[in-house]
């Protein structure tokens, strides 16, 4: 099993300032099948980018995915209120499939 | 547009049994992989099973295997996960998810299910 730690466990930023969101995996995800996830309290994750790098239809273009291997990122380059929740990635390229612990992105 | 609505949470004792179901519209439901994935308490997320699009191929979370059976209804557009054997541990709001270029391309707004006595 794949297992994916993100980091760091909360970030604390904010409005108009850049996030970068870790996800390291034990060992090679395939094809960089690699998924990013934004959660809001009492709401379903919502897909972000897929792919390690595309982004899901309807996201603004300030949140970006790169990375490859086992080390992945996720950028927001200019953080807006409603950026503020948790953010999870997850391998897909690998059974079971697996997702990180989460990081938390608060307002500072 | 969309949509994936859960049901049949809620609480039973330890060992005991539920059906979560998930039905679907706004898309050919017979064209995609769906999947299960549940979140604990103030905890993250936990893949649980997916099943293919025909129902012929099934995979389970090794957490869950011998006790949860995942299946669908292409006719019903509907989504299933048979749960038994239900422990504590399995307390958590359950989400159905359809694929598409990621496992968690759609989700539905979860069902809880609370193991207690």
């Known amino acids: 099993e794949i297992v994916l730690t993100q980091s760091p466990g909360t970030l604390s930023l904010s409005p108009g300032e850049r996030a970068t969101l870790s996800c390291r995996a034990s060992q090679s995800v395939s094809s960089s099948y690699l998924a990013w996830y934004q959660q809001k309290p009492g709401q379903a994750p919502r897909l972000l980018i897929y792919g390690a790098s595309s982004r899901a239809t309807g996201i603004p273009d300030r949140f970006s995915g790169s990375g490859s291997g086992t080390d992945f990122t996720l950028t927001i380059s200019r953080l807006e209120p409603e950026d503020f929740a948790v953010y999870y990635c997850q391998q897909y390229g690998s059974l079971p499939y697996t997702f990180g612990q989460g990081t938390k992105l608060e307002i500072k | 547009e969309v949509q994936l609505v859960e049901s049949g949470g809620g609480l039973v004792q330890p060992g005991g049994s539920l059906r979560l179901s998930c039905a679907a519209s706004g898309f050919t439901f017979s064209g995609y992989w769906m999947h299960w994935v549940r979140q604990g308490p103030g905890k993250g997320l936990v893949w649980v099973s997916r099943i293919n699009s025909d129902g012929s191929s099934t995979t389970y979370a090794d957490s869950v295997k011998g006790r949860f059976t995942i299946s669908r209804d292409n006719a019903r557009n509907t989504l299933y996960l048979q749960m038994n054997s239900l422990r504590a541990e399995d307390t958590a709001v359950y989400y159905c998810?359809?694929?598409?270029?990621?496992?968690?391309?759609?989700w539905g707004q979860g069902t809880l299910v609370t193991v207690s006595s």
């Open positions: 998810a359809r694929d598409g270029l990621a496992p968690g391309y759609y």
